[in-house]
């Protein structure tokens, strides 16, 4: 009976939950939920130095914010130390590992020498059969690998293909620190083997790495879980991913009012396809999603991409769940407060009735807020440039003149309101765009809004009739 696959992503916590990172994680997620798998979640935090707890919470809140849950405990790797120190001490008494006591000055005169002499084998292996009653006193020992010195080590990867090293190229590595802390490559080996992990999905920068902690499995006897080393994403210019490019905190996704679904669609197809979709629910990528399909070259993040795909998912988001959407994203922005305060029942009716006029021209949420922003602004409207400059004492003439009439007005309602305004343009000679531009102006700040008609139907006839006598001429004494 084939064991169930079980997955893990595996983040250091020394900062935010980078793009890659995300990308990873959903990868292993993908693939243990298409097979009726488990995705386990690792902190690697022995580097105390850099690990803190800031980093660990913003981890685990970027994967619940982009809808990646994870099964079991989180586990953290630093409260293994003990497990590590224990399989450390099977490897001395089966002789697969040894004491090196070699000194700093020592190891940096042999990888000196190696680097001058070409060589990628940087530690000469002093120590691995000499006699401990060598040692010097007082000095306290790394623990190195014995690693094979002939033939080769071979990673079948399932996105590298083969992948071989000569061992004659590869160093006895440490695998326990003279301080009795474990390095990376020896936790992680023991850490999957007890979590009992099947597949390794992982960056490609970890490809050597792949050779060195196979060399670990074979030492203790342990199954190799496969390998699958994805391609790192880059910059649209093929350059290494900056920030300029995109190499953000999914935090900092969430703060430019990117949605959680459009985030997980387009990291889906960095680096995976199929076929030419391009759209994926989340049910169609879990169903999709495989290693084999993974190309070998470096994807290319693409914000235009990013933000149309972003644009799609909002036009066929209900309004009511944009509206949601909005107010969850409130705390992550510099004046979310302000704006929250302002989000009174009525206001959040308006921007419901709104959603379906502004979700067609917005990007992303922040979009959509600056768009709305007409719906809670407090009164007088503030103008921008071109609203200042569309207000000349003959418009604000021509919404005196209009006002009352639209006061007249029973049944308000986009249709009632456009009848009435073009019947004020053609008793003035005027052609419509000559008051319904002042007219925006009056009741967004702005000259660019949704359909006027609609405006006005949504701020409803007290709120755009008060608007409009902000802006018309003074009555007369």
């Known amino acids: 009976m084939t064991a169930p696959v079980v997955t893990r992503f595996a983040p250091s916590p020394t900062g935010f939950l980078h793009i890659g990172g995300a990308r990873t994680a959903l990868f292993n997620w993908l693939y243990a939920r298409g097979r009726g798998g488990k995705m386990l979640l690792r902190i690697e935090d022995t580097d105390r130095g850099r690990s803190t707890k800031e980093a660990i919470d913003a981890i685990l809140d970027g994967l619940t914010w982009l809808g990646l849950d994870w099964d079991g405990d989180t586990v953290y790797q630093f409260s293994r130390v003990a497990r590590h120190q224990e399989v450390v001490q099977q490897l001395l008494d089966s002789g697969k590992a040894y004491r090196c006591y070699a000194s700093p000055d020592e190891l940096t005169t042999m990888r000196e020498k190696a680097r001058a002499e070409g ?92 050779a060195r902690q196979r060399q670990i499995y074979e030492a203790l006897g342990w ?155 407090d009164r007088p409207l503030p103008l921008d440039t071109n609203a200042v400059t569309v207000l000349t004492p003959e418009a604000r003439g021509l919404i005196g003149a209009l006002t009352p009439r639209l006061e007249a007005i029973t049944d308000w309602s986009a249709a009632s309101t456009e009848a009435e305004v073009r019947s004020f343009a053609e008793s003035q000679s005027i052609k419509l765009g000559a008051v319904a531009q002042p007219l925006r102006a009056a009741l967004t700040g702005r000259t660019t809004s949704p359909p006027i008609f609609d405006v006005l139907a949504v701020l409803g006839k007290d709120e755009s009739l008060g608007r409009l006598r902000d802006r018309a001429p003074p009555a007369r004494p």
Do not use: C
Request: glycine fraction near 8%; charged fraction near 25%.
């Open 223 to 377: 199954e190799i879980p496969a390998m699958a080393h994805i391609p790192l994403i880059h910059g649209p210019d093929g350059s290494k991913l900056s920030k300029r490019h995109g190499a953000l905190g999914v935090d900092a996704y969430r703060a430019l009012g990117y949605l959680p679904v459009a985030l997980r669609n387009y990291l889906v197809r960095l680096g995976w396809s199929h076929g030419d979709q391009e759209i994926f629910s989340t049910e169609e990528m879990v169903a999709a999603f495989d290693l084999p399909q993974i190309g070998r070259s470096p994807a290319r993040f693409d914000f235009a991409k990013l933000e149309s795909l972003n644009g799609h998912y909002m036009r066929t988001s209900a309004d009511a769940d944009l509206v949601a959407a909005l107010e969850r994203l409130l705390p992550y922005l510099p004046n979310g407060g302000e704006i929250a305060k302002k989000l009174t029942p009525t206001v959040r009716q308006r921007l419901q009735a709104a959603m379906p006029a502004l979700k067609d021209r917005a990007k992303t949420l922040v979009d959509l807020i600056d768009a709305a922003s007409f719906l809670w602004s």
């Open 119 to 210: 060589k990628t084998r940087l530690y000469d292996g002093r120590w691995r059969d000499r006699d401990p009653g060598d040692a010097p006193p007082g000095v306290k020992p790394t623990i190195r690998i014995k690693a094979p010195l002939t033939g080769e080590t071979v990673v079948d990867d399932q996105v590298q293909g083969r992948v071989s090293w000569q061992n004659e190229n590869l160093d006895d590595f440490v695998l326990l620190r003279s301080d009795g802390t474990p390095t990376y490559m020896l936790a992680v080996v023991i850490d999957d083997h007890d979590m009992a992990v099947t597949h390794i999905i992982r960056g490609d920068d970890h490809l050597n790495n792949g």
